[in-house]
């Protein structure tokens, strides 16, 4: 098909932020695909520059908020390198229970609101539930009780303020937890019952050579530690990040794209499951052996069902700390003024987040670097967009649209957490 077509989505509102898509065709051919992201920098990692230490994780939590833990604990754990300062029990223990809740949250909304309407043939997740109730009601009962989670460490759900330097301001109570163990047991089996959802949906044929790129951690499913690997044999520590991994800018978007050692990666679930399938929790272990859908897998829309299985250990973990938890006397340690560089690499719900801060022998930041797992994803998107979208060009523009906006989805890129929006147009000729 060579004439010029030009498909066009005026509102995406299952994509967070602004963004297009141009597909060039030349001679029927797909020989470009950009992902052109127009909204405008924010410039974190400028206006943090001469700010106290103590204000970073405050401040980076705003970037996002559907996963402001993330952005919160990478500045921590870098901030914290920057001084020498490694914490202990029971702050560690603590600060995976806030990257479970995190999870938890997350996931359930991509899940059911945002990724499983493509599948099912809906614009939006409200009209998937005018039809579909239970399921879209499982996920936002799912996601409640992530959101309580996070308040109940973090003092509130969205931004949480309990997040400092060596640990938390203030310790949860044990009661606080106990409390929310009920509906913990109760998320875990509408997790479980998630899975079964997921696996049920219907997936295009599709697979990619990825090169994936996660934590890994001897002994535990990657959340806040470990060394940053990959499926190409790359093993490194997070202060090696930008030995291999570089952000270029290109001309279609105002996001910068990462390469690494040259090449384009994939981090997120399906990266995180390939790498440390063997040290997911027993139970969401059992539910991907018994899903239905072989696992791991390379096929980037199966990702929904790994997002589940995913879901199932941040619920089981959480409940396994909540069981055991005692309450510490003091939730920080003290983290003394030192001039320094930090880098830290944690695992946000859509892949690997990486901040480095330079800072100053008054606890000035000096620099800053912030590299999010959207701009990490984004070369990898537009590859699979140029090796997805031929075999449905003979489609109407809306069914090819569809094809295409539900691929983009399941990366659950975030953009921003602004206006929601996505332009697609294909550029055809012959050459």
């Not at 997350?106 to 309407?117: D, Q, T």
């Not at 005018?130 to 109940?152: C, F, Q, Y």
């Not at 899903?291 to 199932?312: D, K, Q």
């Not at 590299?371 to 590859?383: D, G, H």
Request: aromatic share 8%; net charge negative.
């Amino acid at each position: 098909m060579t004439a010029d077509r030009t498909v066009k989505v005026d509102y995406l509102a299952r994509v967070e932020g602004e963004g297009a898509l141009d597909l060039v065709l030349r001679d029927g051919q797909v020989t470009e695909a950009r992902l052109r992201i127009f909204e405008p920098p924010r410039f974190f990692e400028a206006f943090l520059r001469g700010k106290d230490r103590a204000d970073v994780p405050d401040l980076t939590s705003r970037i996002c908020g559907i996963c402001p833990i993330a952005y919160q604990m990478s500045s921590v754990h870098a901030l914290e390198a920057a001084a020498g300062v490694q914490v202990g029990e029971p702050i560690r223990t603590l600060r995976r229970l806030f990257y479970c809740g995190e999870w938890i949250e997350s996931h359930a909304l991509h899940i059911y609101l945002l990724h499983a309407p493509d599948f099912l043939g809906y614009e939006s997740g409200l009209s998937l539930a005018a039809d579909h109730p239970e399921p879209v009601k499982r996920g936002l009962s799912i996601k409640k009780t992530g959101n309580d989670l996070v308040e109940a460490i973090g003092g509130r759900a969205i931004h949480p303020v309990s997040a400092r330097l060596g640990g938390f301001s203030r310790p949860p109570r044990k009661r606080e937890l106990l409390a929310l163990l009920p509906r913990l047991e109760r998320a875990l089996e509408d997790a479980l019952a998630t899975v079964a959802f997921a696996a049920s949906l219907p997936f295009p044929d599709f697979t990619a050579d990825y090169d994936f790129v996660s934590l890994c951690h001897p002994s535990e499913y990657p959340m806040n530690e470990g060394e940053i690997v990959s499926s190409t044999g790359l093993r490194v520590s997070a202060s090696d990040f930008e030995k291999h991994f570089v952000e270029e800018h290109v001309a279609h978007s105002n996001a910068l794209q990462s390469r690494k050692d040259g090449g384009v990666y994939l981090v997120g679930p399906l990266a995180r499951l390939w790498l440390n399938y063997d040290r997911l929790h027993p139970v969401a272990l059992k539910a991907a052996r018994e899903c239905g859908i072989p696992l791991p897998t390379r096929n980037p829309f199966v990702s929904i069902v790994v997002r589940a299985v995913e879901l199932v250990h941040a619920v089981a973990e959480a409940a396994d700390i909540v069981r055991a938890y005692e309450e510490p006397e003091r939730a920080w340690v003290d983290v003394p003024l030192r001039a320094g560089t930090g880098t830290a690499a944690t695992e946000a719900p859509r892949g690997l987040l990486y901040h480095r801060y330079e800072v100053g022998p008054a606890g000035e930041v000096l620099s800053a670097k912030i590299v999010p797992p959207t701009a990490q994803n984004q070369a990898r998107i537009e590859t699979d967009l140029r090796e997805f979208a031929p075999r449905f060009l003979h489609l109407p523009n809306a069914e090819l649209t569809w094809k295409l906006e539900q691929l983009v989805r399941a990366y659950d890129p975030c953009i921003s957490c602004a206006t929601h929006f996505l332009k697609v147009r294909l550029i055809g000729g012959t050459s």
